[in-house]
């Protein structure tokens, strides 16, 4: 359930319940059964795009005519944590990926190291839950790989990606997840590049995650880390990412 069709889902309640349109639906937002409603939704959604879409469809991929002017950025734009600004300080010269979790042998990654694994580029239209898109040309590391270097243990089932970025300011890092059969899709990617260029701090510098089949705020930035976990209730608020317990964005995030 998109954003906008999140809110018409809400007010259309409001409506049924007498309140207020615009008003009542933000209030309806917060309360434990609407929000308990749109949690419920998640999963005959999330089971229905899997039976529609095969598991190893690919994204559309264009040329290199078809790339957007300009590139808008989502989400974070400049952040200002600290251990984002202690590695941007010095180029992210120590910068260390970690992947870690339920995995045989956890991983630390300098950029070096992750520019040096098996990569892939494409050139993807990124859809934002807002409405607009943008298409760009991304190379990075293939995930499934790297993952598969760590060993995930039998009782692994998702990937979560921790971020060094924070939108409110606060302790709370912006997170992401994604099934761990989602992580071995071939247009999974670590992007260390945009257009040709390096990641500029905007757009996720200096590591991001692009899952093609996915909305934008799926596609974490300024990745520190990526952890296999058994389920997500334990992580946030249990409902897999940072929109997704802030605003009660749908967790699958399909396109």
């Known amino acids: 359930m998109s954003k906008s069709d999140r809110r018409r889902f809400l007010e259309k309640l409001a409506l049924a319940s007498g309140a207020v349109l615009l008003g009542g639906c933000d209030r309806l937002d917060k309360m434990p059964a609407v929000q308990a409603l749109l949690k419920r939704a998640d999963g005959?959604?999330?089971t229905a795009l899997h039976a529609l879409t095969p598991?190893?469809?690919l994204a559309q991929e264009f040329t290199e005519a078809d790339l957007s002017p300009v590139f808008k950025a989502n989400g974070s734009v400049n952040p200002k944590t600290p251990e984002y600004l202690a590695l941007l300080q010095n180029g992210f010269a120590d910068y260390r990926l970690q992947v870690?979790?339920?995995v045989r042998t956890p991983l630390s990654l300098s950029l070096p190291e992750l520019r040096a694994l098996p990569s892939r580029t494409q050139i993807t239209r990124h859809?934002?839950?807002?409405g607009w898109s943008c298409i760009g040309k991304w190379k990075g590391a293939t995930l499934g790989p790297l993952i598969d270097r760590a060993g995930p243990l039998p009782e692994a089932r998702y990937v979560v990606f921790r971020c060094a970025d924070s939108l409110d300011g606060d302790e709370n890092r912006y997170y992401e997840s994604i099934y761990l059969h989602e992580a071995r899709h071939p247009q999974s990617i670590l992007a260390y590049e945009l257009n040709d260029a390096a990641l500029d701090v905007p757009h996720g510098a200096p590591?991001?995650?692009?899952?093609?089949r996915k909305l934008g705020y799926k596609q974490a930035k300024y990745l520190l880390a990526i952890e296999l976990v058994a389920?997500?209730?334990?992580?946030?608020q249990g409902n897999g990412g940072y929109w997704e317990d802030d605003?009660?964005?749908?967790?699958?995030?399909?396109?």
């Not at 859809?127 to 807002?130: I, L, S, Y």
């Not at 590591?207 to 093609?212: A, F, I, M, P, Q």
């Not at 389920?231 to 946030?236: M, P």
């Not at 605003?247 to 396109?255: K, L, N, R, V």
């Open 231 to 236: 389920d997500l209730s334990g992580i946030g």
């Open 207 to 212: 590591l991001r995650l692009r899952v093609e």
């Open 44 to 46: 005959p959604t999330d």
């Open 100 to 102: 870690r979790g339920l």
């Open 247 to 255: 605003q009660g964005y749908q967790w699958h995030g399909g396109i």
């Open 55 to 57: 598991e190893d469809s």
């Open 127 to 130: 859809d934002c839950v807002e």
